[in-house]
């Protein structure tokens, strides 16, 4: 058995587009929100993992990585003999906000999630085999499919501090070289607002910036994927029948969305979009939401609001 102790922080760039309003109004059944995604490596024989914050719409219509949170790896230790990988891992909050908590005091504590994975990158030899696995998830979860396994961090982090140390266990197959998976970061934002459990009727933003949207002036009337008209930043969203609200907020959060509206249970969806002029964002940010489970179809708003 060999053990390397060291410390790495992997840090993103400072989100400050949350801000702490009082008094926070707490909902009476609080919703996790999906704050921060990585695609992460593990590469033998250094055991070190590698994260990179994946790239994320924002409201200001920029798409830049972003990342709200940092993983602290402590120490990792190699068992050649159960065939396993240990990595003592912190989290580290780079939100202006408490970690954790719904209301600022009270713990909730957060959830580090494997979205996909974790997958065999490379074998040490032609033709060896192997499946790297979670051994001791605290519990699994449905936000995108059935039974994804989480870790949880049991308390509250403040602005700039880290987290308690956890301890990642794999199963590890002496044949792997490096594997690699996706995490999410789930955890309450205090004051931040969720997806409503049922479609508002009509708008929900003043009129002015519903006549903004629908501006004929800024409508696409013929795009490489949908024809129009429709403006190019809201997303028409039915959900399933039975969908539950957290399902529904993981939806609006991959989506980098915000709900404006409704009618009929669909769901008017505002999302930020760097070029305007094609639908070319559209139909990705389409195409990702009707790959959830949760998620009947998705589609441009050609419903008649042109010109409202």
């Not at 994320?56 to 230790?77: L, M, N, W």
């Not at 794999?170 to 205090?190: D, H, Q, R, Y």
Request: hydrophobic share 40%; glycine share 8%.
């Amino acid at each position: 058995m060999e053990l390397i102790l060291f410390a790495l922080i992997l840090l993103g760039s400072e989100d400050n587009l949350f801000s702490i309003r009082a008094p926070i109004a707490v909902p009476p059944d609080p919703i996790d929100r999906l704050i921060a995604q990585f695609e992460c490596t593990i590469q033998q024989p250094d055991q070190r993992i590698v994260c990179r914050s994946l790239s994320e719409p924002q409201r200001d219509g920029a798409r830049e990585p972003t990342s709200k949170v940092g993983f602290v790896q402590f120490a990792s230790c190699r068992d050649t003999v159960l065939a396993t990988l240990e990595m003592d891992m912190a989290i580290e909050n780079l939100l202006p906000l408490p970690l954790g908590t719904h209301d600022g005091s009270t713990i909730a504590g957060f959830k580090v999630l494997v979205a996909e994975g974790p997958t065999v990158k490379a074998y040490y030899s032609s033709g060896d085999t192997g499946t790297v696995r979670i051994l001791n998830a605290d519990g699994t979860t449905n936000p995108t499919q059935i039974d994804q396994a989480y870790w949880k961090y049991s308390e509250i982090v403040r602005p700039g501090d880290t987290s308690s140390v956890r301890t990642w266990r794999f199963a590890w197959p002496n044949t792997v070289n490096a594997a690699s998976f996706k995490l999410w970061v789930f955890g309450p934002v205090p004051g931040e607002p969720s997806i409503p459990d049922e479609a508002p009727q009509g708008f929900t933003i003043s009129a002015d910036s519903v006549d903004v949207l629908y501006a004929r002036a800024r409508q696409v009337y013929e795009g490489p994927n949908y024809a129009g008209p429709f403006p190019p930043d809201v997303v028409l969203v039915s959900f399933r029948s039975g969908a539950t609200v957290q399902e529904k907020q993981v939806a609006l959060d991959l989506a980098g969305g915000s709900v404006i509206g409704g009618l009929g249970g669909i769901y008017y969806v505002h999302i930020p979009v760097s070029n305007p002029s094609t639908d070319q964002e559209l139909a990705t940010i389409i195409e990702k939401l009707e790959k959830l489970p949760q998620v009947e179809w998705a589609s441009p708003d050609v419903t008649g609001n042109v010109g409202h």
